[in-house]
Every structure is written in structure tokens, then in C-alpha cells.
T-cell receptor, first 114, second 115 residues
Framework: EAGVTQFPSHSVIEKGQTVTLRCDPI?????LYWYRRVMGKEIKFLLH????????ESGMPNNRFLAERTGGTYSTLKVQPAELEDSGVYFC????????????FGSGTRLTVV | AQSVTQLDSQVPVFEEAPVELRCNYS??????LFWYVQYPNQGLQLLLK??????LVKGINGFEAEFNKSQTSFHLRKPSVHISDTAEYFC?????????????FGAGTRLFVKA
């Protein structure tokens, strides 16, 4: 089966610009998660979708971040306007079980804001 | 609140030597425990998990981990490492009974295997 796919793999944008990251989960996985790793620190939770609904978005840093999941399939994470501290690697993961028996991660999008 | 501490940021080791990557966690409830591995330019891959039952868990690539509830630890071990084990390893915790949907990760341990 195809894994979790993230696009783009790398993005370099200027401060103030907008960037949209995309994640295609494994087909049939209702649960989709976004995580972020900044500067070699721990991987931090951003939010969790169950199908098209946001189950938990407590990790979203601020209102410059907007996540959507169209029809319960792929998800997008938009940063507008981007700031320098938004740089990092954004990971998407999906799972079948809500009780977190282990995620399947994508390769991540490395975002650099200059 | 949950937290995960990986005690070593980097671990250099010679090929065929044993290795232990340490992980401690804090939680007020029962937990599920995981180790993930990230090879260069790849996503995180589940190495092994502890959900319940035997405290010694075996994973892929010859790795194993032992859950110690009294010490709140979940250290990862391999008796003999290979060059190909060079990667970053993440310990993760998810609380039972909360839906487990928010998994907390440690800061990672970089394992360098030298010839």
C-alpha cells in the first residue's frame, strides 16, 4: 500500500509569504496528525483530524496556521504570513486506530523561512 | 501532563558493539510507549511498541525495549549494532484512556555507528 505522502519535501519562502503544505494519508486511515520539529528539538503535536473534523488542535501555535482536511482525505496546512520561527520540519502521520497503536509518518516537509 | 526525556542527544558506538538508548517518561495514568527511527531523508518508522503484557518488547531490526513502570523508563537496546543502524531514534508516549490521539515525543537520540 502507498504510504503517507507529503508535498513539497522542501520549501524556502520569505518572511511574510504564504505556504501550503499537503499531506495524503494512507487510504482508509481516518486519523491524520500534524507534527512539527524545530531546530533539532522534540517533535511537537500540532493537531489531529478524525475524518474531516478537527479532534484536537491544541498544539497549533497561533492563528497564522490553518489546517483543513477536505472530505476526510488529504489535508493541508497553511501558514500565512510565515515568520522566521515557523522554520522546521512538518510531519504528517496517519493511523486507523484512534487509540494510537502507532502512526505511519510521511517523510516531512522542511520549511525554511528567510 | 506527559513528558518524555531522552537522556542522550548523541550516542557514538562501534560496529558490533551493544547499545542502549535511554528514555524516561512522566505520566499520571497508564501509557502506551513507542520507539520510532528516522533514517536520513526519510520519515519516522515505528520500531516497536508497548501496549500491555510482557514488559520486554521486540521490534524490527533486532531492537528490543523494556518497560519499567517503577522507574518510568523504556530503554531501547540492541546487542550488536550495524553501520546501517545509524539514524535518529525517538521515544514516544501516549496516554491510555484519553483516546491516545496525542502522542508526545522526546527530543531524539542520534546513534552513530562507526566501523
Amino acid at each position: 500500500e502507498a504510504g503517507v505522502t507529503q508535498f513539497p519535501s522542501h520549501s524556502v519562502i520569505e518572511k511574510g509569504q504564504t505556504v501550503t503544505l499537503r499531506c495524503d494519508p494512507i487510504s482508509g486511515h481516518d486519523n491524520l496528525y500534524w507534527y512539527r520539529r524545530v531546530m533539532g528539538k522534540e517533535i511537537k503535536f500540532l493537531l489531529h483530524f478524525v475524518k474531516e473534523s478537527k479532534q484536537d488542535e491544541s498544539g497549533m501555535p497561533n492563528n497564522r496556521f490553518l489546517a483543513e482536511r477536505t472530505g476526510g482525505t488529504y489535508s493541508t496546512l497553511k501558514v500565512q504570513p510565515a515568520e522566521l520561527e515557523d522554520s522546521g520540519v512538518y510531519f504528517c502521520a496517519s493511523s486507523q486506530e484512534t487509540d494510537s497503536y502507532g502512526y505511519t509518518f510521511g517523510s516531512g516537509t522542511r520549511l525554511t523561512v528567510v | 501532563a506527559q513528558s518524555v526525556t531522552q537522556l542522550d542527544s548523541q550516542v557514538p558506538v562501534f560496529e558490533e558493539a551493544p547499545v542502549e538508548l535511554r528514555c524516561n517518561y512522566s505520566s499520571s495514568v497508564s501509557v502506551y510507549l513507542f520507539w520510532y527511527v528516522q533514517y536520513p531523508n526519510q520519515g519516522l518508522q515505528l520500531l516497536l511498541k508497548y501496549l500491555s503484557g510482557s514488559t520486554l518488547v521486540k521490534g524490527i531490526n533486532g531492537f528490543e525495549a523494556e518497560f519499567n513502570k517503577s522507574q518510568t523508563s523504556f530503554h531501547l537496546r540492541k546487542p550488536s549494532v550495524h553501520i546501517s543502524d545509524t539514524a535518529e531514534y525517538f521515544c514516544a508516549v501516549s496516554e491510555v484512556g484519553t483516546g491516545g490521539f496525542k502522542t508526545i515525543f522526546g527530543a531524539g537520540t542520534r546513534l552513530f555507528v562507526k566501523a
